[in-house]
């Protein structure tokens, strides 16, 4: 029995010993004591890194030893400082070893040459009258034979009058445009015979009369502008402007004031996310011109994603922004570049905090659309106590409370329905409204006296607004589809208003397979739903009601 | 003697304090090493067009015996792309393939360099301050190919690269049931009679009819040659053709951000950096 110890240390020594793969494959990483740098040594393009450009490679390392330099083309070169030419363009993994050192690689971007295309006047292009030309930069040190192909939209016309769709040619000559917006003239060049990436400018053409602008924000694309033309003649096409500014995320509310355009972005995540850590908020406000030439951020959130600010209003100097369920805060118009805190933009008001908590309103209600009417708060909540809540602001309690508070006269409408974003016609004294309830999705229009009478689902129907072929619209609440889930589904996110005819414009993303999606609006002329841009998922909008040509 | 313990209290706690050169106590609470230059700066636009010069404010001051020499705007480059592909005549289920990712395509370079000048003294700031510009290439410009109403087989292969067409239509074709290949083929005009092709049977669970490929011996369904013949002649451009809008259901989009930073240096050569400004290019 004495043997039995030795054998199991034997037997254990066995198992530690007998693996084969007992000495994994050691990585070899990246040594921080390697480190270089590059840059373009060509004077004239020293920022553009173009195909053909000299660049220098310097190593910084605290380590020594030969340098050997892997361009990532393969192509090597040895040397503390070398040179090198890259023939194709793309992203190249540039590696530095430094002999019995170890490595390190940083990547470097090659630009192709391509035209640069600028308008040769400066001021305003009015559609038709005025007319323009283009300047246009080639890069070419090798003198290679250059081949000119432009593209214009429709409408363009050359200097005769004459009709004009493409042009070959290093100089089209002055050109007039006969349709508003974002006219996009394409020029497309061989150099020594080979295509390169065309060179693009987007003509901003105005109308010859001052109207009001639309923006609005689409999905995954830029904040793009319309004039809002009602008497174009005929002919003539109505395009939007591309503002050059990205939408962001999830810019469910856009707010213009004065020569601003504020943009709500409630960040990636929208929907509920358990954020344990309370860092995975990346919602901002930022604050764009109104001719797109400037944007600024307001407010950033790195904190909770349930901090993010989601829906807006302004009033006063001041814009109440919401967070995803539980209250509202307030930011001076003229901030910038503000971190969130709760310290710093506590609440104006909360669901605690009016004395429907706990009596309709309950933890977690789900905001949406918000905004003041006759100086009485209406404020849309579409999960945990549904409805449009009302208050005045004498109504918001100062510490939040846990029920039993005094109800605000102003009294809950389209209780525990599911009202999603509302607007105010102050001249025509109609409030309008969107619902996502099932059978009953749309938008509505009807008096503040109309609305306190709807009491139950099947008073709606009288105000309901359809297209001109009898269509109800219908937006998207089958999870999955859209985006969100109940209590969080885009819908119709907002309304904008245009006081100079009443008309409502809203972004459309519909589960009707029959009705398309798009910018939409309704026409109080026409007394119908009709569209304004077919194809096209929006979120925000807001029109800048001061008449302009531009913007 | 209480002095004297003092003395030698006081000495041991100044070797403590330099002694041990492993585990430096001093270090461990302070920040070692030369005042370098404060830097605030702002540019005036977190988005710009590509080529266009970035105006900036910047204040600057310094708490060290040296000057400030020079200043200078350094920025990295990242680059944005999105892309989208789907095929609009499948109706059993939804196909895209999409791909969307950021990477950082250019490192940190100095950008351009400012000479300090005591003339910039703000009393009211009690800082140096001036405004600049500082440039941006043409090339960063964005770019988009969305949903064209022609195809544009080269620019198919630039943005998707070479093998993407074919692996796109391989790998549809294995997923398409026959309503698909009827909705497809009808559509395109490459059959004027699909039932030929098809069987229809009763589906317990919805008590409709489904169509179906018809048994082979092996009791399999598989696609009837004649379609998989038909299949390979059709162009990738008539896969995603939308004949509803007219356009192609593809979507390209690439465009670049820059981080930049300005960094001040003393005459020593000690850099005091801003904080990094995130600027869209379009």
Redesign the interface.
């Known amino acids: 029995m004495k043997i039995l110890p030795y054998l199991l240390t034997l037997v254990t020594a066995f198992l530690v010993f007998s693996c084969i793969d007992n000495e994994p494959d050691i990585e070899e990483l990246p040594n921080p004591n390697i480190a270089f ?3 373009v040594i060509d004077p004239t393009y020293q ?4 195909v053909g450009a000299t660049i220098e490679f310097v190593s910084t390392s605290v380590a020594v030893g030969e340098c050997t330099w892997d361009f990532g083309d393969g192509t090597i070169a040895t040397g503390s400082t070398v040179t090198h030419k890259y023939k194709t363009a793309g ?1 190249y993994t540039v590696k530095l070893t430094v002999a019995n050192a170890g490595y390190q690689t ?4 090659i ?2 040459i ?1 035209p ?1 295309v600028s308008l040769n006047k400066t001021g305003l292009i009015e559609v038709i009258s005025s007319s323009v030309g283009f300047n246009v ?1 080639l890069p070419n040190p090798e003198g290679l034979s250059e081949e000119y192909h432009w593209i214009f939209p429709d409408g363009t016309k050359d200097a005769a009058g004459t009709i004009i769709s493409d042009f070959n040619g290093k100089d089209p000559g002055n050109l007039t445009f006969s349709n508003i917006g974002s006219q996009t003239v394409t020029l497309q060049v061989k150099l020594g015979g080979r ?1 390169l ?1 065309d060179g ?1 400018i987007k003509v901003p053409v105005a109308y010859n009369q001052a109207v009001p602008t639309l923006y609005y924000a689409v999905k ?1 694309g ?1 904040i793009m502008a319309l004039k809002l033309v009602s008497n174009a003649p005929a002919g003539m096409k109505i395009n939007p402007f591309d503002m ?3 939408s962001g995320q999830h810019p469910l509310n856009i707010l213009f004031s004065d020569t601003s355009l504020y943009v709500i972005d409630c960040g990636r995540q929208f929907t509920y996310v358990d954020d344990q850590d309370g860092n995975l908020g990346d919602g901002r406000i ?1 604050v ?1 011109s109104k001719d ?6 307001m407010l950033t959130n790195i904190g909770a994603a349930f901090n993010d600010p989601y829906y807006g209003y302004i009033d006063g100097g001041q814009l109440y922004f919401s967070d995803r369920n539980t209250g509202i805060s307030t930011i001076g118009l003229k901030e910038r ?1 503000r971190t969130f805190s709760r310290a710093d933009f506590p609440y104006f008001v909360q669901n605690a905090t009016l004395g429907y908590y706990g009596q309709g309103l309950s933890y977690g209600a789900m905001n949406a659309c918000f905004g003041k009417i006759n100086n009485v708060w209406y404020w849309c909540k579409t999960y945990n106590g549904n409805g449009i809540f009302r208050f005045l602001d004498t109504d918001i309690l100062k510490t939040p409370i846990t029920g039993n508070g005094v109800l605000p006269l102003s009294g809950i409408a389209l209780e525990s329905m599911t009202p999603k974003s509302l607007v105010w016609d102050a001249k025509n004294k109609v409030i309008y409204f969107t619902l996502y309830d099932t059978g009953y999705e749309g938008l509505y229009r009807c008096t503040l006296e109309q609305l306190n009478a709807i009491k139950a689902r099947a008073d709606l129907t009288p105000y309901r607004l359809k297209l001109a072929n009898g269509k109800t619209i219908t937006p998207i609440t089958e999870t999955g589809k859209g985006e969100g889930s109940a209590g969080e589904f885009i819908t119709i996110c907002q309304l904008a208003l245009d006081e100079n005819d009443g008309s409502v414009y809203f972004g459309l993303r519909s589960g009707d397979a029959a009705v398309k999606s798009g910018l939409m609006r309704y026409n109080p002329t026409s007394g119908f739903i009709e569209y304004v841009i077919e ?1 096209i998922d929006v979120y925000g909008v807001a029109v800048n009601k001061t008449k302009s040509k531009l913007f | 003697m209480k002095t004297r313990y003092n003395i030698i209290f006081f000495i041991a706690a100044i070797f403590l304090f330099v002694a041990c050169n492993k585990h430096d106590m001093m270090n461990d609470v302070v920040i070692v090493g030369q005042m370098a230059p404060q830097v605030y700066w ?1 540019p ?4 710009v ?1 590509a ?1 266009e010069d970035i105006p900036f404010t910047v204040q600057y001051y310094t708490t060290s015996k040296e000057n400030i020499e020079r200043l200078e705007i350094w920025y990295n ?1 990242l ?1 944005d792309e ?1 892309k989208s592909v789907s095929s609009p005549w499948v109706t059993t289920f939804t196909y895209s393939v999409i791909s969307n990712k950021s ?5 940190s ?3 351009a360099t400012y000479d300090h000048n005591p003339n910039y003294w703000n009393d009211s700031l009690r800082a140096y301050t001036f405004k600049s510009t500082f ?7 964005s ?1 988009t190919w969305s949903k064209p109403a022609t195809f544009d087989n ?1 620019k198919m292969v630039k943005y998707f690269g070479n093998a993407f067409m074919t692996q796109f239509k391989d790998s549809l074709f294995k997923l398409m049931k026959a309503k698909d290949f009827q909705k497809m083929y009808l559509g395109l005009n490459l059959l004027d009679n699909f039932k030929m092709y098809i069987d229809s049977v009763k589906n317990d669970n919805t008590g409709s009819w489904d169509y179906v490929f018809p048994k082979d011996a092996q009791g399999n369904r598989p696609v009837p040659k004649t379609l998989v013949d038909i299949y390979a002649t059709i162009p990738f451009s008539d896969i995603i053709f939308n004949k509803t ?1 007219n356009v192609y259901d593809v979507d390209y989009s690439r ?1 670049y951000r820059i981080n930049a930073n300005m960094k001040a240096y003393d005459k020593q050569g000690v850099a005091g950096l801003g904080i990094v400004k995130e600027i ?1 290019l ?1």
Request: hydrophobic share 25%; aromatic share 8%.
């Open positions: 740098k590059y840059s920022i553009d890194y173009y992203t940083k990547p470097i971007f630009s192709d391509k640069i930069e295509q990436e693009v995954g830029n050059g500014t990205k930022f764009m797109g030439a400037k944007v600024e951020t570049n194809g | 702002e005036a636009s977190s988005t067009k080529g480059i680059e999105s990477s950082e395509k250019r490192v370079q100095k950008i440039p941006t290439s043409n090339t960063l410009a770019v080269d809008t465009s869209s379009n």
